[in-house]
């Protein structure tokens, strides 16, 4: 079972205090690029860009997962901004984001991506995560919520699958 820190680092976290959708995906473009995972941040910029074209990922409940898969990726990885104020995106409720979880991916990785992906939403609806996720005030503490939230939700799964 996989552990947030196979996809997520503290150095792909953000705290955004702008209004502006091109930028913050922009500027969680370039955390992968800092941390190596993906090499032109143009072709990156990009794919995600494109995907937004075709259906905002701004899921409701002030969340919004732009995601991509790409070659030259070569395992999946996350990154988060929180965003205060939360940020006009388009979403299907209307309503403005707080927080952005993008996802890139190397292509053929549709499985997993379900799977991670599940995980994401599941933490990110949770009542815990959204009571806390406004009191988080660095960047480690938002790593650490999501890295604590995504735990009890991966091991809550499993105690399922073992009943």
């Keep these: ?14 705290i955004y205090n702008n209004n502006n959708k091109e930028e913050i995906l922009r500027l969680l473009v370039k955390t992968f690029i800092h941390t190596h995972v993906f090499n032109d941040e143009t072709i990156l910029l990009n794919s995600i860009l494109e995907r937004e074209k075709i259906i905002s990922t701004g899921i409701g409940i002030g969340f919004a ?4 898969r790409i070659e030259g990726v070569k395992k999946p990885a996350l990154s ?15 309503q403005p984001v707080h927080t952005i979880v993008m996802f890139v991916m190397p292509p053929g990785s549709h499985k997993k991506y379900l799977r991670i992906l599940s995980y994401v939403v599941i933490v990110i609806k949770s009542d815990n995560f959204n009571m806390q996720i406004p009191l988080c005030h660095t960047c480690q503490e938002i790593y650490d919520l999501f890295k604590y939230s995504f735990r009890a939700i991966r091991e809550k799964q499993a105690d399922k699958n073992f009943k």
Aim: charged share 25%; hydrophobic share 30%.
């Design 65 to 68: 997962v732009p995601h991509t």
């Design 80 to 94: 988060i901004a929180k965003c205060d104020p939360p940020l006009e995106y388009t979403s299907i409720d209307n």
């Design 1 to 14: 079972m996989e552990n947030l820190e196979d996809y997520l680092n503290p150095q792909r976290v953000l």
